[in-house]
Protein backbone atom coordinates (compact mmCIF):
# COMPACT_ATOMS: atom_id res chain seq x y z
CA UNK A 1 0.00 0.00 0.00
CA UNK A 2 1.14 3.45 -0.57
CA UNK A 3 1.83 6.32 1.46
CA UNK A 4 -1.04 7.95 -0.67
CA UNK A 5 -3.46 5.30 0.12
CA UNK A 6 -2.97 5.22 3.55
CA UNK A 7 -3.30 8.48 4.33
CA UNK A 8 -6.68 8.39 2.22
CA UNK A 9 -8.08 5.60 4.00
CA UNK A 10 -7.18 7.74 7.57
CA UNK A 11 -8.89 9.84 6.47
CA UNK A 12 -12.25 7.96 6.27
CA UNK A 13 -12.36 7.35 10.20
CA UNK A 14 -15.71 7.61 11.15
CA UNK A 15 -17.34 7.11 14.68
CA UNK A 16 -18.72 3.36 13.69
CA UNK A 17 -15.23 2.69 12.66
CA UNK A 18 -12.70 3.67 15.19
CA UNK A 19 -11.56 2.41 18.10
CA UNK A 20 -11.56 5.16 21.05
CA UNK A 21 -8.40 3.63 23.16
CA UNK A 22 -6.07 3.92 19.57
CA UNK A 23 -7.66 7.82 18.88
CA UNK A 24 -6.79 8.27 22.77
CA UNK A 25 -3.29 6.59 22.26
CA UNK A 26 -3.09 9.12 19.08
CA UNK A 27 -4.63 12.46 20.78
CA UNK A 28 -2.74 12.22 23.97
CA UNK A 29 0.27 10.65 25.08
CA UNK A 30 3.79 10.93 23.28
CA UNK A 31 5.72 7.44 25.06
CA UNK A 32 8.97 8.83 23.42
CA UNK A 33 8.72 11.68 25.51
CA UNK A 34 8.07 9.98 28.59
CA UNK A 35 10.62 7.16 28.52
CA UNK A 36 13.57 10.05 27.44
CA UNK A 37 12.05 12.45 30.21
CA UNK A 38 12.25 9.39 32.74
CA UNK A 39 15.76 9.12 32.29
CA UNK A 40 16.60 13.03 32.03
CA UNK A 41 15.00 13.26 35.51
CA UNK A 42 16.34 10.32 37.10
CA UNK A 43 20.40 11.54 35.54
CA UNK A 44 19.70 14.76 37.09
CA UNK A 45 18.05 14.15 40.63
CA UNK A 46 20.18 10.62 41.15
CA UNK A 47 23.24 11.08 38.74
CA UNK A 48 22.56 7.51 37.08
CA UNK A 49 19.59 5.46 35.28
CA UNK A 50 16.53 4.13 35.97
CA UNK A 51 15.89 0.32 35.56
CA UNK A 52 12.49 -0.65 37.02
CA UNK A 53 9.06 1.28 36.28
CA UNK A 54 5.39 0.97 37.92
CA UNK A 55 2.77 2.83 35.77
CA UNK A 56 0.05 3.28 37.64
CA UNK A 57 -3.28 4.09 36.15
CA UNK A 58 -1.32 2.38 32.99
CA UNK A 59 -4.88 1.99 30.83
CA UNK A 60 -3.27 0.36 27.95
CA UNK A 61 0.16 0.88 29.31
CA UNK A 62 1.68 1.91 26.48
CA UNK A 63 4.08 3.97 27.85
CA UNK A 64 5.37 0.55 29.85
CA UNK A 65 5.84 -0.79 26.54
CA UNK A 66 8.00 2.13 25.78
CA UNK A 67 9.54 1.35 28.39
CA UNK A 68 10.68 -1.97 27.94
CA UNK A 69 11.67 -1.43 24.18
CA UNK A 70 13.61 1.85 25.07
CA UNK A 71 16.18 -0.72 26.51
CA UNK A 72 17.66 -3.88 27.33
CA UNK A 73 17.81 -3.74 30.85
CA UNK A 74 14.49 -2.02 31.02
CA UNK A 75 11.51 -3.69 32.95
CA UNK A 76 8.12 -2.37 33.92
CA UNK A 77 4.82 -3.38 35.96
CA UNK A 78 1.84 -1.76 34.61
CA UNK A 79 -1.20 -1.13 37.06
CA UNK A 80 -4.85 -0.92 36.32
CA UNK A 81 -8.25 -1.42 37.43
CA UNK A 82 -10.40 -1.82 34.63
CA UNK A 83 -9.56 -5.36 32.84
CA UNK A 84 -11.18 -4.38 29.94
CA UNK A 85 -8.55 -1.68 28.81
CA UNK A 86 -5.70 -4.19 30.22
CA UNK A 87 -7.14 -6.61 27.77
CA UNK A 88 -7.18 -4.12 24.87
CA UNK A 89 -3.60 -2.98 25.25
CA UNK A 90 -2.72 -7.23 25.31
CA UNK A 91 -4.37 -6.78 21.96
CA UNK A 92 -2.63 -3.81 20.91
CA UNK A 93 0.48 -2.94 22.64
CA UNK A 94 1.59 -5.73 24.42
CA UNK A 95 2.17 -7.16 20.56
CA UNK A 96 4.54 -4.76 19.76
CA UNK A 97 7.08 -6.57 22.02
CA UNK A 98 9.06 -9.60 21.32
CA UNK A 99 8.89 -12.87 23.26
CA UNK A 100 12.14 -11.55 25.42
CA UNK A 101 11.02 -7.61 25.91
CA UNK A 102 7.48 -9.15 26.87
CA UNK A 103 9.35 -10.80 29.91
CA UNK A 104 10.46 -7.92 31.15
CA UNK A 105 6.79 -6.67 31.76
CA UNK A 106 4.70 -7.74 34.03
CA UNK A 107 0.54 -6.38 33.63
CA UNK A 108 -1.03 -6.14 37.14
CA UNK A 109 -5.48 -5.93 37.13
CA UNK A 110 -5.30 -4.29 40.21
CA UNK A 111 -5.58 -1.08 42.87
CA UNK A 112 -2.91 1.10 42.60
CA UNK A 113 -3.82 1.40 46.51
CA UNK A 114 -3.07 -2.30 47.60
CA UNK A 115 -0.89 -3.70 44.28
CA UNK A 116 2.25 -5.37 45.85
CA UNK A 117 5.66 -4.81 44.01
CA UNK A 118 9.07 -4.71 44.77
CA UNK A 119 11.00 -1.71 45.31
CA UNK A 120 10.41 0.51 42.44
CA UNK A 121 12.81 2.40 40.69
CA UNK A 122 10.65 5.26 39.21
CA UNK A 123 6.48 5.09 39.87
CA UNK A 124 4.84 7.42 37.28
CA UNK A 125 1.44 8.60 37.33
CA UNK A 126 0.57 10.38 34.10
CA UNK A 127 -2.56 11.84 32.58
CA UNK A 128 -3.58 13.00 35.63
CA UNK A 129 -4.91 10.03 36.91
CA UNK A 130 -4.56 10.65 40.48
CA UNK A 131 -7.15 13.31 40.20
CA UNK A 132 -9.70 10.45 40.81
CA UNK A 133 -8.85 11.16 44.41
CA UNK A 134 -10.93 13.70 45.86
CA UNK A 135 -10.14 14.04 49.46
CA UNK A 136 -6.77 15.30 51.14
CA UNK A 137 -6.35 12.02 53.21
CA UNK A 138 -7.00 9.74 50.21
CA UNK A 139 -4.19 11.34 48.02
CA UNK A 140 -2.20 11.08 50.77
CA UNK A 141 -2.61 7.95 50.99
CA UNK A 142 -1.98 7.14 47.69
CA UNK A 143 1.35 8.83 47.44
CA UNK A 144 2.33 7.10 50.82
CA UNK A 145 1.99 3.73 49.60
CA UNK A 146 3.86 5.19 46.36
CA UNK A 147 6.71 6.69 48.70
CA UNK A 148 6.73 3.06 50.67
CA UNK A 149 7.59 1.15 47.52
CA UNK A 150 10.34 3.18 45.86
CA UNK A 151 13.76 2.21 46.31
CA UNK A 152 15.73 4.25 48.78
CA UNK A 153 16.76 6.73 45.93
CA UNK A 154 13.36 6.25 43.64
CA UNK A 155 11.42 8.94 42.24
CA UNK A 156 7.96 9.35 41.91
CA UNK A 157 7.01 11.11 38.57
CA UNK A 158 3.49 12.49 38.35
CA UNK A 159 1.67 15.25 35.86
CA UNK A 160 -0.81 17.80 36.55
CA UNK A 161 -3.05 20.78 34.42
CA UNK A 162 -3.88 24.20 35.69
CA UNK A 163 -4.08 27.52 34.21
CA UNK A 164 -7.11 30.33 34.86
CA UNK A 165 -9.30 28.18 32.08
CA UNK A 166 -8.81 24.87 33.89
CA UNK A 167 -11.27 26.68 36.00
CA UNK A 168 -13.80 27.16 33.83
CA UNK A 169 -16.35 25.21 31.71
CA UNK A 170 -15.34 25.75 28.10
CA UNK A 171 -14.54 22.92 24.90
CA UNK A 172 -10.99 23.08 23.57
CA UNK A 173 -10.51 21.08 20.26
CA UNK A 174 -7.33 19.94 17.83
CA UNK A 175 -7.30 18.59 14.48
CA UNK A 176 -5.29 15.28 14.10
CA UNK A 177 -4.76 13.09 11.25
CA UNK A 178 -8.08 12.15 10.00
CA UNK A 179 -9.96 13.05 13.03
CA UNK A 180 -10.57 16.15 16.14
CA UNK A 181 -10.06 15.65 19.65
CA UNK A 182 -12.14 17.49 21.66
CA UNK A 183 -11.28 17.89 25.66
CA UNK A 184 -14.88 19.08 27.13
CA UNK A 185 -14.55 20.88 30.56
CA UNK A 186 -17.97 19.81 31.44
CA UNK A 187 -18.38 21.28 34.71
CA UNK A 188 -16.33 22.92 37.31
CA UNK A 189 -17.46 23.43 41.07
CA UNK A 190 -15.41 26.53 42.85
CA UNK A 191 -16.50 25.12 46.14
CA UNK A 192 -15.12 21.55 45.77
CA UNK A 193 -12.39 22.24 42.66
CA UNK A 194 -14.23 18.77 41.06
CA UNK A 195 -14.63 18.74 37.70
CA UNK A 196 -16.48 16.97 34.93
CA UNK A 197 -14.13 16.32 31.72
CA UNK A 198 -15.28 14.48 28.70
CA UNK A 199 -13.16 13.54 25.49
CA UNK A 200 -14.93 13.42 22.20
CA UNK A 201 -13.70 12.95 18.99
CA UNK A 202 -15.48 13.96 16.01
CA UNK A 203 -14.56 12.33 12.21
CA UNK A 204 -14.65 13.92 9.26
CA UNK A 205 -18.10 12.22 7.57
CA UNK A 206 -19.76 14.71 10.81
CA UNK A 207 -20.42 11.76 13.00
CA UNK A 208 -18.61 12.09 16.67
CA UNK A 209 -18.19 9.73 19.63
CA UNK A 210 -19.54 11.47 22.14
CA UNK A 211 -18.04 11.25 26.02
CA UNK A 212 -15.66 8.31 25.23
CA UNK A 213 -13.72 9.03 27.97
CA UNK A 214 -15.34 10.53 31.73
CA UNK A 215 -13.03 12.16 34.37
CA UNK A 216 -14.58 12.76 37.23
CA UNK A 217 -11.73 14.14 39.32
CA UNK A 218 -10.92 16.98 41.62
CA UNK A 219 -8.07 19.35 40.42
CA UNK A 220 -5.44 19.57 42.56
CA UNK A 221 -3.48 22.80 42.23
CA UNK A 222 1.06 22.79 42.26
CA UNK A 223 0.95 23.52 45.49
CA UNK A 224 -1.36 21.35 46.95
CA UNK A 225 0.08 18.53 45.49
CA UNK A 226 4.07 19.69 46.64
CA UNK A 227 2.74 19.91 50.41
CA UNK A 228 1.03 16.37 49.88
CA UNK A 229 3.86 15.00 48.57
CA UNK A 230 6.41 16.59 50.99
CA UNK A 231 4.04 15.48 54.19
CA UNK A 232 3.68 12.07 53.21
CA UNK A 233 8.29 11.43 53.70
CA UNK A 234 9.13 12.59 49.71
CA UNK A 235 12.45 14.58 50.43
CA UNK A 236 12.52 16.88 47.55
CA UNK A 237 9.71 17.99 44.47
CA UNK A 238 10.60 19.73 41.73
CA UNK A 239 8.30 21.28 39.59
CA UNK A 240 8.84 21.03 35.49
CA UNK A 241 7.26 24.14 33.48
CA UNK A 242 7.03 24.34 29.91
CA UNK A 243 8.69 26.76 28.01
CA UNK A 244 7.33 29.19 25.08
CA UNK A 245 7.65 28.50 21.52
CA UNK A 246 8.27 32.72 21.05
CA UNK A 247 6.58 32.33 17.41
CA UNK A 248 3.48 30.84 18.61
CA UNK A 249 3.04 31.74 22.10
CA UNK A 250 2.62 28.08 22.79
CA UNK A 251 4.29 25.28 25.00
CA UNK A 252 7.60 24.23 23.06
CA UNK A 253 7.71 21.10 24.99
CA UNK A 254 10.50 21.28 26.97
CA UNK A 255 9.97 21.04 30.59
CA UNK A 256 12.70 22.72 33.08
CA UNK A 257 12.88 22.76 36.63
CA UNK A 258 11.82 25.85 38.03
CA UNK A 259 10.56 28.07 41.15
CA UNK A 260 8.22 30.70 38.54
CA UNK A 261 5.68 29.57 36.53
CA UNK A 262 3.58 32.20 34.44
CA UNK A 263 -0.04 33.00 34.77
CA UNK A 264 -1.30 31.29 31.53
CA UNK A 265 -4.72 30.08 30.36
CA UNK A 266 -3.77 26.03 30.40
CA UNK A 267 -0.60 24.73 30.70
CA UNK A 268 0.63 20.94 31.97
CA UNK A 269 3.34 20.57 34.26
CA UNK A 270 5.15 17.72 35.49
CA UNK A 271 6.22 16.84 39.06
CA UNK A 272 9.35 14.67 40.09
CA UNK A 273 9.47 13.62 43.70
CA UNK A 274 12.74 12.58 45.80
CA UNK A 275 12.14 9.69 48.30
C1 LIG B 1 -6.85 8.69 32.65
S1 LIG B 1 -6.65 6.92 32.46
C2 LIG B 1 -4.93 6.96 32.33
C3 LIG B 1 -4.33 6.19 31.21
C4 LIG B 1 -2.80 6.31 31.10
N1 LIG B 1 -2.14 6.39 32.40
C5 LIG B 1 -2.36 7.50 30.31
O1 LIG B 1 -1.38 8.14 30.64
O2 LIG B 1 -2.96 7.85 29.34
C6 LIG B 1 -7.01 6.38 34.07
C7 LIG B 1 -6.91 4.86 34.31
O3 LIG B 1 -6.86 4.64 35.73
C8 LIG B 1 -7.52 3.41 36.02
N2 LIG B 1 -7.82 3.40 37.46
C9 LIG B 1 -8.75 4.13 38.13
N3 LIG B 1 -8.68 3.91 39.45
C10 LIG B 1 -7.66 3.02 39.65
C11 LIG B 1 -7.08 2.42 40.80
N4 LIG B 1 -7.53 2.69 42.04
N5 LIG B 1 -6.06 1.54 40.62
C12 LIG B 1 -5.60 1.27 39.38
N6 LIG B 1 -6.10 1.83 38.25
C13 LIG B 1 -7.12 2.68 38.38
C14 LIG B 1 -8.70 3.39 35.10
O4 LIG B 1 -9.17 2.07 34.88
C15 LIG B 1 -8.10 4.04 33.83
O5 LIG B 1 -7.65 3.07 32.93
Excluded at 3 to 31: C, F, I, M, P
Amino acid sequence: MTRKSTKARRGWRTAATSDRHELYELAVQNVDFECSFIDRVMKTHRSRLPRTLREDFCGTFAASVGWVQHRKTNTAIAVDLDPSVLAWGRGHNLTKLNAEQAKRLDIRNADVLKVKTPAMDVVAAWNFSYFLFKSRAALMAYFRKVHADLVSDGLFILDAYGGSEAFTEVEEERNLDGFTYIWDQNKYNPITNEVLNYIHFRFPDGTEMRKAFTYDWRLWTLPEIQEALLEVGFKKVTVYWEGTDQKTGEGNGVFRPTRTGEACAGWIAYLVAEK
